[in-house]
């Protein structure tokens, strides 16, 4: 994602979080999809039977394709608000 | 238990809910983001200290401020999973996000818009694929584009809008792929002279593009996306006039994103569920209740207003979600001050039906799925073994969901009933109406065990006195 040339939107402070692993930035407030794309990171599951790899498609909560894992639970990453150490797996290829 | 509840707060649900409680109507309105707005003045991410203001934002705060100011029990982050009709004509309905899972209401309103129309393509289902109207979240609620090279493909006005506004953002464009060709905008411009505000705004958006000296290829579609984890870049062929690809037309254009769709669609599955009549009309989107001029569906107590009703656009919708209030509150015998401003809303829906009819899918669309193309996301189904049901029987979306699973993954359905119809229709030859759609079901959204189970205490559960043997 680029902020570009848009020196004019004033954004929150960056906070930290964990993917799979990786310790990626992104502003308080904003969601998990968001922070996530801003980092260069689409590739955030593989399909179950076709194990085609996916990411955010619908960005609106209807197509489920950006489900990870946030203490156990399947979540939506944009519907999902990031916090300072928040942990997210991937889902596991089934 | 409420006299009146609102299903979705965009333009069109959220006036119909302050006009409901203006009126002495206790009103609820339910909604899955976190404030009012829907897709159209969708809200901005508490991450965006401050923006520019453009008229959509203005727009949107206006709503939100008249609804904070308004008696309405709003519920945001709340989702409908179930709507079931009580014996008393009452609706139930089963939510997550609230303190309680059931609502009970005396009359429902839907509203809960449209969504998108994408046709499958081989490689559609890559990382750095989105939805126009998606990416059109992205930048609302984000202010964000999307990084490196963006290729926008489909159709309709949608096309245009995501491409500017991703230069505007900051990005940079490719190339504009419309499957519409000159002339099919060329003829629906009279029809859009009934705003000339939006027509100014759409004609800034191409000459955006020109200035940035972006390639449109205009009647040219999508063939394939390219790229092993993520988009590296996609075929475009040129199509005929139905949008079928006319061969030995391909080209190569580099990009590491693509937003594509091919219109919107009525958002049904509510109105579904609950049991209302729907007919097909292809000039309103697709499926839609049938309804009477206020919203009235065919079941009492049950309404539907905005784009889920037929896509009219963002401009009927206030006038549409007032029209549905009038109906509820006169079906409770309350009659209401302020009437409709009918004239106003002939013309929003006018300019919402040109906007609509550039996305009308041809029947050349279904050439563009190709046998190994995942047509269902979710579960992994390719073309391939739609037309192997369809070739032994198969007749309509429910015969092809039990031999296949189409559809009965976590998106219900969304992102592939649309193909499956057209792939059944070129092989059919039947209409839309007689291939129907498979049967409502719950849930609207994916819901967790915990979510639809009642609160259990283990030393409730009658346990059998032991065995006398």
């Known amino acids: 994602m680029t902020d570009g040339n848009n020196d004019h939107i004033l954004r929150s402070k960056e ?79 089934v | 238990m409420f006299d009146a509840i609102v299903i979705g707060a965009g333009p069109a649900g959220a006036n119909a809910a302050i006009i409901l409680s203006e009126n002495g109507l206790k009103t609820a309105l339910i909604d899955e983001q976190r404030d009012a707005g829907g897709q159209v003045w969708r809200v901005k991410s508490k991450s965006i200290l401050k923006a520019p203001i453009t008229e959509a934002v203005e727009q949107g705060d206006a709503l939100r401020d008249r609804l904070k100011s308004s008696n309405v029990t709003a519920k945001f982050n709340c989702r409908v999973w179930h709507i079931e009709r009580q014996e008393n004509g009452h609706w139930q309905l089963s939510v997550v996000g609230d303190s309680e899972k059931k609502l009970t209401t005396k009359a429902l309103i839907i509203a809960t818009g449209a969504q998108e129309r994408v046709i499958p393509v081989p490689g559609w289902t890559l990382p750095g694929v989105f939805g126009l109207a998606g990416a059109t979240a992205l930048f609302k609620e984000h202010m964000m584009a999307p990084m490196r090279r963006t290729i926008v493909a489909g159709n309709g006005p949608l096309l245009f809008y995501v491409a500017s506004e991703t230069l505007r953002l900051g990005g940079r464009v490719s190339a504009v792929i419309s499957l519409n060709s000159r002339m099919d905008w060329l003829k629906s411009l009279p029809a859009m002279l009934s705003n000339p505000a939006l027509i100014g705004q759409g004609l800034k958006w191409i000459f955006t593009l020109y200035k940035n000296r972006i390639p449109i290829y205009w009647q040219h579609a999508i063939k394939a996306v390219e790229g092993e984890n993520t988009v590296d870049g996609v075929t475009i062929c040129k199509v005929d006039q139905d949008w079928a690809p006319v061969a030995g037309t391909d080209q190569y254009i580099h990009g590491e994103n693509l937003c594509y769709g091919q219109g919107l669609m009525p958002a049904v599955e509510a109105t579904r569920l609950a049991g209302a009549d729907h007919h097909y009309d292809e000039k309103l989107g697709g499926w839609v209740p049938t309804i009477d001029q206020w919203g009235r569906t065919s079941m009492s107590g049950l309404y539907a207003c905005g784009d889920n009703a037929g896509i009219y656009g963002a401009l009927a919708a206030p006038i549409r979600g007032s029209l549905a209030a009038e109906a509820v509150c006169e079906d409770a015998g309350i009659n209401l001050k302020k009437r409709v401003d009918s004239k106003k809303l002939k013309a929003a829906k006018n300019f919402g039906l040109a906007a609509t009819a550039l996305t009308i899918p041809r029947s050349g669309l279904e050439a563009l799925i190709t046998d190994e193309t ?96």
């Open chain 1, 15 to 93: 906070i930290s979080f964990i993917f799979d692993g990786v310790s990626v930035t992104g502003h308080d407030g904003e969601t998990v999809a968001a922070a996530l794309l801003r980092g260069g990171i689409t590739h955030l599951r593989n399909a179950p039977n076709s194990g085609t790899p996916r990411g955010m498609f619908c960005i609106m909560g209807a197509c489920q394709e950006c489900v990870i894992e946030i203490d156990g639970r399947k979540v939506e990453a944009c519907r999902t608000t990031i916090s300072e150490g928040l942990v997210i797996r991937r889902v596991p290829d």
């Open chain 2, 374 to 469: 995942e047509v269902c996301r979710c579960e992994g189904i390719i073309r391939q073994e739609i037309d192997f049901e369809i070739k032994t029987g198969a007749q309509s979306p429910n015969a092809i969901k039990s031999g296949t699973r189409c559809g009965m993954g976590p998106c219900g359905g969304r992102y592939c009933m649309e193909a499956i119809a057209l792939i059944t229709q070129h092989r059919t030859r039947k209409t839309r109406e007689e291939i129907g759609l498979p049967t409502a079901r719950p849930p609207l959204r994916p819901v967790t065990i915990d979510d639809i189970s009642d609160d259990l205490d283990y030393d409730d559960l009658p346990i059998p006195g032991v065995s006398p043997l």
